[in-house]
């Protein structure tokens, strides 16, 4: 799928994840199925956003506990909804996705998302919290991989 199909289902996933954030009671699969036809995606391309949706939502309870605890000075209720629903579809697709994205466009398109739908701030709070879990991430592989090896830490 090129790049730019993948861009397009990570803006309807996240439409979906806000709008079902900020008005619970919508039913996910209505709110997706109308962000796909309203962005007129191909088929694949909102087979990926409804992955990306599933994805977020069967991790939703340990993204946040990400979320929680990369950005303590912020709890995850006050938080400004489109940077919680784009750190939540940047983490699953960095953490979660068994076909993940390299980790710099996944980054950068939650930055971009965050500037396009957000606050002044948004892309810089975004990019900060994203380096942290990449750079936590990063370190528990490193971590597993000098365990595997039989090396001590």
Known sequence: MPASSRRRSRIVAF???FEIDTVPRHDVN?????????????????????ELVEGVRAHQTEIDSMISERASAFP???????????????????????????L?????????LAKGY???SSGRFVNGVLGSIALAA???????????DGETV
């Open 104 to 112: 710099r466009t996944v980054i950068n398109e939650a930055v971009e």
């Open 76 to 102: 995850l209720g006050d938080m400004a909804p489109v940077d919680r629903n784009v750190l939540r579809l940047a983490i699953y697709e960095v953490l979660f996705d068994n076909q993940p994205a390299p």
């Open 138 to 148: 990063s370190d528990q592989r490193h971590h597993e991989d000098e365990e595997e």
């Open 15 to 17: 439409q979906t994840l």
């Open 118 to 120: 957000g606050s002044e």
């Open 30 to 50: 209505e709110a997706l199925q109308r962000h796909i036809e309203d962005a007129r995606l191909a088929e694949d391309a909102g087979v990926f956003a409804s």
